[in-house]
Every structure is written in structure tokens, then in C-alpha cells.
């Protein structure tokens, strides 16, 4: 599906956008692959490593999603929008509330509004565990930025056949201000610091996580929340798995941050259908009409969450042990080392 179209990836010169860039340069052959991002730098060092002249589809686009007259223009021709940017640090948005809300909720508006009016096909928009029932600053404006989305199927979107979506899903094991590579720096002092020993969190590669988005772009009606089914760790499980021999200390919560994460809601879970490897809840407005419109329609089977179920990192049948995760661990400290390792200042021009 993604073969000979034009897709635009905002933030894409994050972890995600870079791995998606991979990801699609390897197992498609797009006409215009556009990565949309405001850091020149990390634009520049990406075109170190894809370069225009061995990838002529690629397009490097600087530009923020705060402008929307930049949107306008850059999203003219394009087929998919993959929208990946966001401000996502839990206690920077809980001391730049500001900020957050101008990037994550009116960027969003900028998104939808450029998309219609340039007749894009499909926007996939990444969203995170911290939305559903939001408890920090973050959260609730990624909530936000999810309701947009599904709304816009309700607007001009629908006679401009647009379909918006969202995916959903946890922590990234080994992106870019993860806790990974922060306990490998940390465990050379012999200290892991611990929020709370009771910590858990669901986590996904981000090699899984594109092509997730990739699948669900592909099965998208319009106004769907697709979520991952994926596993569960515990904190002191992947402190165990950084240094089994690090002292643990525990210094308490942060602003703003749950003690287990939830990918899905006891209330949205009545509006969704689960399949083998997701859960896709329905924007159907509570009333349940269309709750098996992705029943029998050439996916796999499904069936409605049964009454008073919730999807929590605490109540996970799929748990990852120390083992697993030492094994997962090992191979991000070495991808982390060649990525910091890449870039001298010497590559960086004046």
C-alpha cells in the first residue's frame, strides 16, 4: 500500500521517524518519502546515512507543526501523513504547560486542517499510553490531540475522504530519552534510582511500533484508536536486566506520573473489538452500532471486549522476565553506542 505513494513523516527526524525511514526505504518503494522536522541538525545527520543521491525519493523539510501555513504547503501531493512530532517529557510539560498544549493540541488542529484542505488520504497520528485516563500534563493533551483526530472523520474530512486514525501504544524500549539508556549511564555510579518498586510498564520496539503503524494505516476505516497487545516489566526487572548488581534507591514518583500505565479503559473497551495481536475501539459515540464493522470485513477475527475490561500494564497476561529483557537491553546499548558514536564535530558544518 505504501508502494509509489507520497508519505510524510512529522518529527521525523525522532526515533520513530528515523526507524520508519528504515523501515520503509527497505520493504517499499514509495514515490516521495518527505521527513518533516525543525532540528537542521538531526536533518543533517540523517542525510549522512540516507542521502538524496542513493535515495532520490527522500525529501528532508524543515518546518514546525505550530506553523500552519508551512503545513500548507509541504502537505500539497502528499497520500499519507504519519504524524510523529510531540513534546513528550512528563515533568517538562508539567512546568511548560504552554508549550505542550501549542505543539500536541494546536499543531494537531494545524495537521487535520492542512490534511483536508490538501486532500491528503490517511493520517495516522501516534499517540501513548499516558492519554487514557490522563493524570499529568502530557497525557492530557495527547488526549486531546486523539480526540481531534477521530472528530476529523466527523467534519469535512468525510466529503474529502480523508480518514484520520490513531495509534496508541507504550513506552519505546531504547528511543530517545528512554529509561534504558539513562540506567546504563546511571549504573556506572553502582545506583539505579527506582520511582517505586511496584512500577510497571508496557513496552514495544521500535521496530514493532512502525510496523504496527504501517498495519494499522492499511486497515483504517476512519476514527479508529488502534492499540497494540504487547507485553508488561517491571522497573526492578529491567534494573535487574541494566546491572543485577546496582544498588536499587528509591526516590518516589515524579510529578504527574502513574505507578501502572493503561493502553485501554474499562469505558473505551466497551466501544472496541479485540483482535489476536490489537485492540481497535470505534468512534461510534457510545452507541455500539458499528462495533463490528472490523468484524468479518477481511481481518482477522474479532470479538467485543467482554463487560468491565481494561487493558493495564499491571493486569497483562504477556509479562517480559529479566532474561528477555537482558537479551533486549544488550542489543539497544549497542545500537545506542554506534548511534552516539556516529558524529564527531568535525561532520557538523559551520
Same mark, same amino acid.
Given at each position: 500500500?505504501? =508502494? =509509489? ?8 527526524? +525522532? ?14 518503494k ?20 540516507w ?8 525529501? /528532508? ?6 506553523? $500552519?501555513?508551512r503545513?500548507?504547503r ?5 497520500? /499519507? ?11 517538562a510539560?508539567e ?14 488542529? =494545524? ?24 493524570? =499529568?500534563l502530557?497525557?492530557a ?6 480526540? !481531534? ?30 529509561? #534504558?539508556?539513562?540506567?546504563?549511564? &546511571? ?40 492499540v497494540?497487545? #504487547? ?15 546496582c &544498588?536499587?534507591e528509591?526516590? +518516589?514518583i ?10 485501554l ?7 472496541a ?9 470505534q468512534?461510534?459515540?457510545? !452507541?455500539r $452500532? ?5 468484524? +468479518? ?32 537491553v544488550?542489543? #539497544? ?5 554506534i548511534?552516539?558514536? &556516529? ?8
Amino acid at each position: 500500500m505504501l =508502494n =509509489n505513494k507520497n508519505i510524510l513523516i512529522t518529527g521525523g527526524t +525522532g526515533s520513530f521517524g528515523k526507524k520508519m525511514v528504515q523501515i520503509v526505504l527497505a520493504e517499499f518503494k514509495p514515490k516521495r518519502l518527505v521527513v518533516f522536522s525543525r532540528d537542521e541538525l538531526k536533518q543533517f545527520e540523517m542525510a549522512q546515512k540516507w542521502s538524496l543521491a542513493k535515495y532520490p525519493c527522500l525529501e /528532508y523539510v524543515l518546518g514546525d507543526i505550530r506553523d $500552519k501555513d508551512r503545513l500548507m504547503r509541504v502537505f500539497e501531493g502528499i497520500d /499519507y501523513v504519519v504524524h510523529a512530532a510531540a513534546l513528550k517529557q512528563v515533568p517538562a510539560a508539567e512546568r511548560n504547560p504552554e508549550e505542550y498544549i501549542k505543539t500536541n493540541v494546536i499543531g494537531a488542529m =494545524n495537521i487535520i486542517d492542512a490534511a483536508i484542505t490538501n486532500k491528503v488520504g490517511r493520517v495516522v497520528a501516534l499517540s501513548t499510553d499516558k492519554a487514557c485516563n490522563p493524570v =499529568n500534563l502530557y497525557g492530557a493533551t495527547k488526549l486531546c490531540s486523539d480526540k !481531534l483526530f477521530v472528530a476529523a472523520n466527523d467534519s469535512e474530512a468525510a466529503r474529502h475522504n480523508t480518514r484520520f486514525l490513531v495509534v496508541r501504544y507504550g513506552n519505546v524500549l531504547g528511543s530517545r530519552g528512554s529509561v #534504558i539508556p539513562f540506567f546504563q549511564e &546511571r549504573a556506572k555510579t553502582g545506583v539505579l534510582p527506582i520511582t517505586d518498586f511496584n512500577m510497571t510498564r508496557f513496552w514495544i520496539t521500535l521496530d514493532q511500533a512502525v510496523h504496527f503503524v504501517i498495519m494499522s494505516l492499511v486497515r483504517a476505516k476512519g476514527g479508529e484508536i488502534f492499540v497494540p497487545r #504487547i507485553p508488561s516489566m517491571k522497573i526492578t526487572d529491567l534494573a535487574k536486566a541494566v546491572d543485577p548488581d546496582c &544498588r536499587h534507591e528509591i526516590i +518516589g514518583i515524579r510529578p504527574g506520573e502513574k505507578v501502572h500505565e493503561t493502553l485501554l479503559s474499562e469505558d473505551e473497551a466497551r466501544n472496541a473489538v479485540q483482535f489476536k495481536e490489537c485492540f481497535i475501539v470505534q468512534h461510534n459515540h457510545h !452507541l455500539r $452500532k458499528n462495533l463490528f464493522e472490523h468484524i +468479518g470485513s477481511g481481518y482477522l477475527k474479532g470479538q467485543p471486549c467482554p463487560d468491565g475490561f481494561g487493558y493495564s500494564s499491571d493486569n497483562n497476561t504477556d509479562w517480559m522476565k529479566v532474561e528477555d529483557l537482558r537479551s533486549l537491553v544488550s542489543k #539497544i546499548a549497542d545500537d545506542y553506542s554506534i548511534e552516539r558514536s &556516529r558524529w564527531s564535530m568535525d561532520d557538523v558544518p559551520e
